[in-house]
């Protein structure tokens, strides 16, 4: 197994981080501090063509491969894990739905806007009573004539406060279950679409945590994505890569917190020597770069099966299992490197502490990870 990166693929990496370090980061702190949505660096992004990365050249995007992209997370995750995730979210589960689920009218309408950062795309899967057990919502959608009437409600929808499309999921048929639900394209505006208050979350200030209401919205059926009954096939064929995603967000973050621990016991004094020379902190430093390493490897492997066509979800769970878990544990110990300091937002660790946590909660908890890992166990015998 060899991920030794292709030409391309090593300089899209550097126009990434780049751009992540040089626009990005010099904002992270500015932008988890106001909680502000960073419509300009969307804008940038998009005329870089990292809103669209790997969408193909005839609907506006780059038409990089799956690898590239989830580079492209990890780089800006590394500078704002609140802009990977408003990436991410974007892409993953916002214009692949239409891409991969939609009729070509949805795509010439829609992924032009999307790819070029005119417009950026929300997912709403989740509600009040349906987080992990997602066949559970209620949101309905009744077809009246020529459109959908959809009541309901969604809960933490990321990039919902400045969203201008959502791929929104509601039961067409209760009575088959998980069979019975239907995706559906909603834009900005629609009337009876209501975009709540925005949530003040721990970390990931400013990728626009909000909740949806559904009041007697109208969609038309040339919005439906799909045919009905399809949309529970669709959202969990969407989550593999929203995974792998959310696994290489976690894995910047995790880079971002060793990097600025591993530079700051070099530069700290204490007992009359370098604070890295004492033999626990160099066991600290191997245990993080270890993890970081090993996470590194399953992220690109999922990556690579799923560029390659295969079957990946093992993969993708593993690997969002496991580099979440690292970037809960690095960015925990760099708090503890840095002392006190560690503890203050003068210095970004405590940020990219809070940043890491939600990492082990969405796109499927890791306890969910652990009942889908298990499951193929038991399926290959």
């Not at 993953?92 to 891409?99: C, N, R």
Request: glycine letters at 10%; one cysteine or more.
């Amino acid at each position: 197994m060899d991920f030794k990166l292709t030409p391309e693929q090593s300089q899209m990496r550097q126009l990434v981080r780049t751009f992540a370090r040089d626009v990005i980061a010099p904002v992270a702190a500015e932008i988890d501090r106001t909680d502000r949505f960073p419509r300009d660096l969307i804008r940038q992004m998009g005329e870089l063509g990292l809103m669209g990365l790997p969408v193909p050249e005839v609907y506006g995007g780059v038409g990089a491969d799956y690898l590239s992209y989830i580079l492209a997370i990890e780089e800006i995750s590394y500078a704002s894990a609140a802009v990977g995730v408003i990436l991410a979210v974007h892409t993953s589960v916002g214009t692949f739905p239409i891409l991969y689920f939609g009729n070509e009218a949805q795509r010439e309408k829609y992924l032009p806007k999307l790819t070029s950062g005119e417009w950026v795309a929300a997912f709403a899967l989740t509600e009040p009573d349906a987080g992990s057990d997602a066949s559970a919502i209620r949101t309905r959608a009744v077809r009246d004539g020529d459109a959908y009437v959809v009541n309901g409600s969604k809960v933490f929808i990321t990039n919902a406060s400045d969203a201008d499309l959502f791929c929104v999921f509601a039961v067409t048929d209760p009575r088959r279950g998980s069979r019975g639900m239907t995706a559906f394209l909603v834009e900005r505006g629609t009337p009876g679409l209501r975009v709540g208050r925005k949530l003040e979350k721990m970390g990931l200030n400013g990728s626009g945590t909000c909740e949806l209401t559904f009041e007697d919205m109208r969609v038309p059926i040339e919005n439906r994505l799909g045919q009905e009954g399809e949309g529970f096939s669709i959202a969990m064929r969407l989550l593999d890569g929203g995974r792998i995603g959310i696994a290489a967000q976690a894995l910047g973050i995790a880079r971002a917190a060793f990097d600025a621990a591993n530079q700051y016991v070099r530069g700290r004094r204490q007992f009359g020597q370098e604070v890295f020379k004492f033999q626990g902190v160099q066991f600290m430093l191997a245990d993080m770069a270890t993890r970081i390493e090993a996470s590194r490897w399953l992220v690109y492997h999922a990556a690579q099966m799923r560029q390659e066509g295969q079957a990946c979800t093992r993969e993708a769970s593993m690997a969002k299992l496991f580099a979440t878990d690292t970037a809960m544990q690095v960015t925990t110990d760099a708090v503890q490197l840095f002392g006190g300091y560690g503890y203050v937002k003068e210095y970004p660790v405590e940020r990219y502490m809070r940043d890491a946590k939600v990492t082990q909660i969405y796109e499927g908890t890791n306890q969910i990870q652990r009942i889908v890992i298990a499951r193929h166990l038991r399926e290959r015998g």
